[in-house]
Antibody, heavy 117, light 108 residues
């Protein structure tokens, strides 16, 4: 059974860099596409970007170059970095799997990140 | 960016009734890349339908999806108590991938 689990700090100050890790069990990140998606009351569900098994990435232009998704050193992790955070980046952050042309079929439980001074 | 607009915002129905959710896209979406999700409080979204009308693994046949172009529909026949949740439409054919704002299905 494939499971995803997000981890990382829950509280950040404005201008800091958000760093999250998604740990995958029951599958390898050397297959498929792996995305980060966030959800906030103000913006709803927002796809942030994905990384493919080759390491190629594609990001949502709305994040204006602040986002980086990378593969981990192991075959079971990938990461998200979001620079220069503001209170608008307060959200629940999910990692998710996408198989080929299909939509996100497996999601992590989500991790809440709050940006506040 | 393809904007997805869902209606209604809230649907108040009773168990056993039929629920119909609508999603309108700001531009045409390839039906192969259109999906629906269900989300309950404190949980991640759960994939219900993909490719417009294909049920995801484990989804009962009381759920069905239809549509093409800019108009898509999710239908739940014979509502059960576990169906009361928020429903989101999603397109992953155009970048950036986008989601609708959600329709809350509440018990009447």
């Amino acid at each position: 059974q494939v499971q995803l689990q997000e981890s990382g700090p829950g509280l950040l100050r404005p201008s800091e860099t958000l760093s999250l890790t998604c740990t995958v069990s029951g599958d390898s990140i050397s297959t498929y596409y792996w995305s980060w998606i966030r959800q906030s009351p103000g913006k709803g569900l927002e796809w942030m970007g994905y990384i493919y098994r080759t390491g190629s990435t594609h990001y949502n232009p709305s994040l204006k170059g602040r986002v980086t998704i990378s593969l981990g050193t192991s075959t079971s992790q990938f990461s998200l970095k979001l620079t220069s955070v503001t209170p608008d980046d307060t959200a629940v952050y999910f990692c998710a799997r996408q198989v080929g042309d299909d939509p996100f079929d497996i999601w992590g439980q989500g991790t809440k990140v709050t940006v506040s001074s | 960016e393809i904007v997805l607009t869902q209606s209604p915002g809230t649907l108040s129905l009773s168990p056993g009734e039929r629920a119909t959710f609508s999603c309108r896209a700001s531009q045409s979406v390839d039906s192969r890349y259109f999906a629906w999700y269900q989300q309950k409080p404190g949980q991640a979204p759960r994939l219900l339908m993909y490719g417009t009308s294909r049920r995801a693994t484990g989804i009962p046949d009381r759920f069905s999806g239809s549509g093409s172009g800019t108009d898509f529909t999710l239908t739940i026949t014979r509502l059960e108590s576990e169906d009361f949740a928020v429903y989101y439409c999603h397109q992953h054919g155009g970048s950036p991938y986008t989601f609708g704002q959600g329709t809350k299905l509440e018990i009447k």
